[in-house]
C-alpha cells in the first residue's frame, strides 16, 4: 500500500472510530435537525465543519500554531454539548413565497459549525503528529489524512440521514421527536466526556 492511501485510511478509520466517538458525535449533532431531503443545507454546513477543521489540522500539523491538547480535549466535547443544545431550539426555516427574497444573512450554524471546526482541526493533528513522528515530508500525508477524514464524515453523514429517513419517513416518527431524542442523548454523553476530563478535574482541583 503507498504512503498516500495508507494516511488515506488512517483519516478515515480516524474519525469512525467507534473508540474515539467524539467527532462522530459532533457530526451527528450537526445533522440531527435535518433530513434527506434537506441534503443541501447539509452539505453547506458540512462544508463549514470542513473548511475549519482543514485550516486548524494544518496549520497545527506544519507546526504553524501551538496550543495545549489537553484543553483541546476539553473543548471538544463542549462544542458537541452547545451544538446538541442548540438543536432543541431550532426552528425549521418556513417555505419562502414566490417573488418574495429571504431576509438575513448565512446562518449562525453554518459559523458555529465553521468555528468549532477550528477546534477540531486541533485535535485530528494531534493524532497524526503522533503518527508523523520526525518525518519530514508531511504534506502529503495531511493532504491524505484530511481526505480521509472527509470520506469518513461523508460517510457518518449519509449514515444518520438514511437512518433518520427510516425512522421519519417509514416508522413515522415526528421529526421534532426525533430531534429531541437524538440531540437529548448525544448532549448526555458530551456532558458526561465533559465531567469525566482530567484536564477539568485538574483546573477544579
Known amino acids: 500500500m503507498s ?42 454546513l458540512v462544508t463549514a465543519f470542513t473548511v475549519g477543521h482543514s485550516i486548524t489540522l494544518a496549520l497545527a500539523t506544519l507546526q504553524m500554531i501551538r496550543y495545549s491538547s489537553d484543553l483541546i480535549e ?27 427574497k429571504m431576509a438575513g444573512g448565512p446562518s449562525v450554524r453554518y459559523l458555529l459549525a465553521l468555528l468549532f471546526g477550528l477546534i477540531h482541526g486541533m485535535g485530528f493533528s494531534s493524532y497524526l ?18 481526505l480521509g477524514l472527509e470520506f469518513g464524515q461523508i460517510f457518518i453523514v449519509l ?15 415526528r421529526r421534532h421527536d426525533w430531534n429531541l431524542i437524538i440531540s437529548g442523548v ?18 477544579l482541583g
Open 3 to 44: 504512503e498516500f492511501l495508507a494516511y488515506l485510511q488512517l483519516g478515515f478509520s480516524h474519525i469512525t472510530d467507534p473508540g474515539g466517538y467524539d467527532h462522530i458525535l459532533f457530526v451527528v449533532a450537526l445533522c440531527a435537525v435535518y433530513t434527506l431531503n434537506q441534503w443541501k443545507e447539509v452539505l453547506i
Open 74 to 100: 476539553l473543548l471538544i466535547p463542549v462544542t458537541i454539548l452547545i451544538t446538541a443544545v442548540s438543536n432543541f431550539f431550532y426552528q425549521p426555516p418556513v417555505k419562502r413565497l414566490p417573488g418574495r
Open 129 to 146: 503528529r503522533s503518527l508523523l513522528g520526525q518525518e519530514t515530508g508531511i504534506v502529503k500525508p495531511l493532504f491524505a489524512f484530511n
Open 159 to 173: 449514515a444518520f440521514l438514511l437512518l433518520a429517513f427510516i425512522s421519519i419517513e417509514i416508522l413515522k416518527l
Open 186 to 203: 448525544v448532549a448526555g454523553m458530551a456532558l458526561s466526556l465533559i465531567i469525566g476530563n482530567e484536564y477539568l478535574e485538574e483546573m
